[in-house]
């Protein structure tokens, strides 16, 4: 289970979220063998007054946010920053210092979805990959 929050300009968000949802899920997919059909997205296009970011950065900058159940492996992880970086930059031109990755993890008993609580569901893939 993941949950996927991005924040930019909302005059640089706006036009890319299918296309930057795609490329998230295909890193999601390939790193973590997420299921297609399996998509937590939300965006958070915000005006500039509302977000202030470091020097070094243009326009673009964009945050990625990802909560997950806790389990999968510190390679698992790096791959999926991996990815995110090198497809980002090569489908929709931001570069790599215009993206930052957090991933923040929690066990599964923190979660609750379909009425039930996280560590109690059977979910159709594996977490410990």
């Not at 790193?31 to 997205?41: C, N, T």
């Not at 950065?57 to 791959?79: A, D, L, P």
């Not at 970086?85 to 929709?92: A, C, D, I, K, Y």
């Not at 979660?111 to 990959?129: A, Q, S």
Request: glycine share 4%; proline share 5%; hydrophobic share 35%.
């Amino acid at each position: 289970m993941s949950q996927i929050k991005i924040y930019g300009l909302k005059e640089n968000l706006d036009p890319i979220k299918a296309k930057l949802s795609d490329v998230i899920h295909s890193c999601v997919v390939d790193a973590l063998h997420f299921p297609e059909d399996k998509r937590f997205h939300r965006f958070f296009p915000l005006d500039l007054s509302d977000f202030y970011y470091p020097s070094g950065r243009t326009t673009k900058y964009t945050i990625i946010e990802i909560s997950m159940f806790e389990g999968r492996s510190v390679e698992t992880k790096k791959h999926l920053i991996r990815l995110l970086f090198e497809r980002v930059h090569q489908q929709l031109n931001i570069l790599p210092q215009d993206l930052e990755i957090t991933i923040t993890e929690t066990p599964k008993h923190n979660w609750g979805f379909r009425g039930t609580p996280g560590d109690e569901i059977e979910l159709n893939y594996k977490v410990e990959v």
